[in-house]
T-cell receptor, first 112, second 112 residues
Framework: GAGVSQSPSNKVTEKGKDVELRCDPISGHTALYWYRQSLGQGLEFLIYFQGNSAPDKSGLPSDRFSAERTGGSVSTLTIQRTQQEDSAVYLCASRLGQNEQFFGPGTRLTVL | QKEVEQNSGPLSVPEGAIASLNCTYSDRGSQSFFWYRQYSGKSPELIMSIYSNGDKEDGRFTAQLNKASQYVSLLIRDSQPSDSATYLC????????????FGKGTLLTVNP
């Protein structure tokens, strides 16, 4: 079946604008993760969903960041009033049970 | 603060040599350990997982775990240019059934 997909693959925006990033997990995967990876850095955990609920939002860097998941499937990560330091690759991963996390191709966000 | 430390590299080895990648972690409660490979501009993919002390071999890859020393390593035998990538170490604590903490990765270059 299809892997994790993310859209858009690239997003260039102006400082202060809002952006929405989308993740389509592997069908049937109940767990969904958002990570951020800045140049030369490791993966920074942002948020974890189990079904539609987010028991761990501890990695969201500020209240400008929010995420939701509907129908136990698609998730959107929203960044309001983007800042230049938000520029990074945003990766989504999904998991079934206790198995490995499968990553999507990421969205490269550039804030000018 | 639970941390996972890796030498950022770059680690450069000649084709056919053994590449040794190292990772240390601070949380003694960690139970599950993973190595991900990330090609430039691509998303991470899982190559090895290890859960108990000792060695685990899979083809040219061997993961080694020493919980007493809080140390996990990845050996790549007969290194190929196609192994050139960033290798991310990830650790899951016993206190969490879902969260991975990633190191910043080691850049490996295999020279033909």
């Amino acid at each position: 079946g299809a892997g994790v997909s993310q859209s858009p693959s690239n997003k260039v925006t102006e400082k202060g604008k809002d952006v929405e990033l989308r993740c389509d997990p592997i069908s049937g995967h109940t767990a969904l993760y958002w990570y951020r990876q800045s140049l030369g850095q490791g993966l920074e955990f942002l948020i974890y969903f189990q079904g539609n609920s987010a028991p761990d939002k501890s990695g969201l860097p500020s209240d400008r960041f929010s995420a939701e998941r509907t129908g136990g499937s698609v998730s959107t990560l929203t960044i309001q009033r983007t800042q230049q330091e938000d520029s990074a690759v945003y990766l989504c991963a999904s998991r079934l049970g206790q198995n490995e996390q499968f990553f999507g191709p990421g969205t490269r966000l550039t804030v000018l | 603060q639970k941390e996972v430390e890796q030498n950022s590299g770059p680690l450069s080895v000649p084709e056919g040599a053994i590449a040794s990648l190292n990772c240390t972690y601070s949380d003694r409660g960690s139970q599950s350990f993973f190595w991900y490979r990330q090609y430039s501009g691509k998303s991470p993919e899982l190559i090895m997982s290890i859960y108990s002390n000792g060695d685990k071999e899979d083809g040219r890859f061997t993961a080694q775990l020493n919980k007493a020393s809080q140390y996990v390593s990845l050996l790549i035998r007969d290194s190929q240019p196609s192994d050139s990538a960033t290798y991310l170490c990830a650790v899951k604590a016993i206190s969490s059934n879902y969260k991975l903490t990633f190191g910043k990765g080691t850049l490996l270059t295999v020279n033909p």
